[in-house]
């Protein structure tokens, strides 16, 4: 038990999917594990484990933000011995030739700040994703079909961003999305030595105003969890 996890020793597994809302930890835990046992409820941020093809898997909520995953992520890792952890969030497009629905597999993760950043002080570290998992996760979105895009992603802190300069270069540096938490996932994986992938499902279209309807978005993000599903145990 930890100060924000009050799973016991052993219910956490070494896979763990990091979605932000716990609601949606609920619902992908009960779609595609076997016997899924809620492991973690303090705070309201729920986690369940379970098995998926005989592996055991924790799908666990990380809340929205940087700092809010920092928290998680370290005492997944540093206390309860996570290995893989991949997060399956939303994201909101950056370049014209991706559409709403579309994945995005994000090979590295470039952000203006996050609860690293003091380690490195003036140096700018680039954290990126695993490749094995990347690798693994693009062959499976191959496999079942589904529109995938790999490339540099862009984690903020800032949910409503008013800075237009920043996102035009972004743009035009050929960043695919924008998310919230996935650089400091990167971050903490580097410094422990585990394996970290981000799965980002474009909910919002930031060039064109489009989003995704509400009604649609289960079905859209369990595609999602598949092959987060299926990269981790390739």
Not at 190 to 205: F, G, K, P, V
Request: proline share 4%; charged share 20%; aromatic share 8%.
């Amino acid at each position: 038990m930890t100060f924000h996890i009050g799973a016991k020793p052993g219910d956490i597994a070494e896979t763990v999917l990091l979605p932000g809302d716990p609601y949606r930890a609920r619902w992908a835990a009960q779609k595609y594990l076997e016997n899924p046992v809620l492991v973690n409820e303090v705070r309201g941020m729920l986690g369940y484990t379970g098995t998926w093809r005989g592996h055991r898997v924790t799908i666990h909520g990380s809340g929205m933000g940087m700092p809010s995953l920092s928290i998680y992520a370290n005492e997944l890792m540093k206390d309860y011995g996570a290995q893989t952890l991949i997060r399956i969030g939303s994201a909101g497009a950056l370049q014209h030739h991706i559409n709403v629905r579309d994945v995005v597999l994000a090979q590295t993760a470039s952000t203006y700040g996050s609860p690293s950043r003091s380690i490195f002080r003036d140096m700018n570290f680039a954290p990126c994703a695993d490749f094995g998992l990347l690798s693994a996760a693009h062959a499976a979105a191959l496999k079942i079909g589904v529109p995938v895009h790999v490339g540099g992603i862009y984690s903020s802190d800032t949910f409503y961003d008013e800075r237009d300069d920043l996102s035009q270069q972004l743009q035009r540096h050929g960043t695919l999305c924008v998310e919230m938490e996935a650089a400091e996932l990167y971050m903490l994986a580097h410094r422990h030595q585990r394996r970290a992938l981000a799965i980002l499902t474009i909910s919002d279209h930031i060039l064109r105003d489009e989003a995704l309807p509400a009604s649609d978005r289960e079905t859209s993000f369990g595609a999602m969890v598949e092959m987060a599903l299926e990269a981790a145990f390739a």
